[in-house]
């Protein structure tokens, strides 16, 4: 006959799960009598912050020992508990969490989150680990990308003395016999020398004739009949109107630097020089995997199901970073279907949303545990956002499908499922990643004022939309920063032009802040009442 129930009076039996809960118990206090003297300190509580110059606290992952406590506890939960998933050290590779099951995450101590600036100088890092591709594009495709080279010029430019206006060509001191006809045209062959006395008629952008003096302009020349003379109705300068080869640049000289970004100007300006293609920087492809069962991908929220912000916003966003983007995947909570995404992509980086943090559903760290990626960045002290993550994907033993030469290699941004979140996390590490690997230069950092006192977190940076203002007379531009400005919101940011980097503890009226641009402007100047 079963015994009186230990864990309370009155009971005559124990569920399985009781059961369960009290083996892991015990495990845990055997682990704690085993090795109570390993550590000379305590357990690191994973939610302190650490000044990040005291040294890399992505170390601090690693530092429990396979017996200690929290490592025991672990063992003890997988071999335990009928729901638990197998943990990454144990996992067959491609295993995963089943969808819907709980999951062991974290299975040792959380490292403390890295600070906003050294987060994002990991990402930057992390995109520049290789050396660019190199493509060459035709130049009617190479707009937007980035230089791989610099251009040097193929010719000089103007590669012949060249007519800048519309008028006469001279040669020695006025007046000058002129002829009668069309003269001188654009695109026709070299001219015969020009003798002293004589002018001749010529076109804009026609090639001037040797030993000519210099172009006067219809309007300032007068054309006698009568006398068949021309004369100049104000003083001739040796060399005026006329574009000497070279005046723009020499053959091999160089126009523009590697690194610059291809704009409709480059483009005239290379076709100018001579090029039909350009060494560029092939954009780097991006996948985006929204995560989450309570999404609508339309019509009105209903029965606490919400409308997918992320997915119409990201992938715009992405481009205007300069990536080529495939069209959202919604995943929902199911483990396998995200592992199964992870391991059949062959896109630079994949982006995720949601599903960053430790809960039940939230799969996406214990995936990539099993997957063996290196977490290189997993949480950031910055409000809002501080569960983003970055990640290295392990590499898959085939080569990157990559069409145009990039070269392999494999990263994973975890934003958080919050929309303005997730727009901290694609500021912090996914734009320093994408500029990397695209070979763009990174953002220069600037200052500017804050009209008004912006409230802080106590310990972490946080970053606030704002839209620029333009000063009274006498005054500095400044900016201001816009209400709505929650995680959850994406009400400010729809109105900024940029985000304020504030520092623990906020800043006061007539502070200067670091500002963040975006990639656009408001087109409307709606914001003024509505947001700030």
Do not use: K
Not at 46 to 66: F, I, K, L
Not at 338 to 354: K, M, N
Not at 421 to 441: D, K, Y
């Amino acid at each position: 006959m079963t015994g009186p129930d230990p864990a309370g009076p009155g009971r005559s039996h124990r569920d399985p799960d009781d059961l369960a809960r009290a083996e892991v118990e015990r495990a845990v206090e055997q682990a704690l009598a085993l090795v109570g003297g390993a550590r000379s300190g305590p357990v690191r509580d994973p939610d302190r912050r650490e000044d990040a110059s005291a040294g890399d606290p992505r170390g601090d992952a690693n530092d429990a020992p396979t017996g200690s406590p929290h490592a025991i506890l672990n063992s003890a939960n997988s071999a335990n508990s009928a729901n638990s998933a197998s943990s990454a050290s144990s996992a067959a590779p491609g295993g995963g969490t089943p969808t819907g099951a709980p999951h062991p995450y974290p299975s040792s101590p959380s490292p403390p989150p890295l600070s906003w600036d050294r987060a994002r100088a990991v990402a930057a890092r992390a995109g520049r680990a290789g050396p660019p591709a190199m493509i060459r594009l035709p130049l009617d495709r190479a707009l937007g990308h980035v230089l791989a080279e610099a251009l040097g010029a193929l010719t000089d430019l103007p590669s012949f003395d060249t007519s800048a206006m519309d008028g006469w060509a001279v040669a020695g001191p006025g007046p000058w016999a002129c002829g009668a006809g069309a003269g001188l045209l654009a695109g026709r062959g070299p001219a015969t020398a020009l003798p002293d006395g004589a002018a001749v008629r010529i076109a804009t952008g026609a090639r001037v004739p040797p030993d000519t003096t210099a172009v006067i302009r219809s309007e300032h020349a007068h054309a006698d009949e009568a006398t068949g003379l021309l004369h100049a109705r104000r003083p001739v300068v040796a060399g005026q109107d006329i574009r000497p080869r070279g005046q723009e640049c020499r053959s091999g000289e160089r126009l523009v630097p590697a690194g610059t970004v291809v704009t409709p100007a480059v483009l005239g300006l290379a076709a100018a020089a001579g090029y039909d293609a350009l060494p560029a920087v092939p954009r780097p492809r991006v996948d985006v995997l929204v995560l989450g069962d309570e999404l609508l991908a339309s019509g009105l929220p209903h029965d606490g199901l919400i409308r997918d912000a992320l997915g119409p916003m990201l992938g715009p966003w992405l481009r205007a970073l300069g990536a080529e983007v495939s069209g959202p995947r919604h995943l929902g909570d199911d483990a396998e279907a995200l592992r199964d995404a992870l391991t059949g992509s062959d896109a630079d980086l994949i982006v995720t949303t949601g599903g960053t943090a430790s809960g039940p559903v939230d799969h996406v760290h214990p995936v990539l545990d099993a997957l063996g990626a290196e977490l290189l960045v997993d949480g950031v002290a910055v409000r809002p956002g501080h569960p983003m993550l970055l990640a290295r994907l392990p590499a898959s033993g085939q080569p990157q499908r990559h069409p145009e030469g990039q070269p392999e290699g494999q990263y994973l941004v975890g934003l958080p499922g919050n929309p303005l979140a997730a727009v901290s996390g694609l500021l912090t590490l996914a734009e320093p990643l994408l500029a990397g690997i695209a070979g763009r230069p990174a953002q220069d950092a600037y200052r500017a004022l804050v009209h008004a006192e912006v409230h802080g977190h106590p310990h972490d940076t946080r970053l606030v939309p704002v839209v620029h203002r333009a000063g009274r007379p006498g005054a500095r531009d400044h900016v201001a920063p816009l209400r709505y400005n929650g995680p959850a919101m994406l009400r400010g940011i729809a109105a900024a032009d940029g985000l304020a980097v504030v520092p623990p503890g906020g800043v006061r009226s007539g502070t200067e802040v670091e500002i963040l641009d975006l990639p656009w402007a408001p087109a409307t100047p709606w914001t003024e009442g509505c947001f700030t």
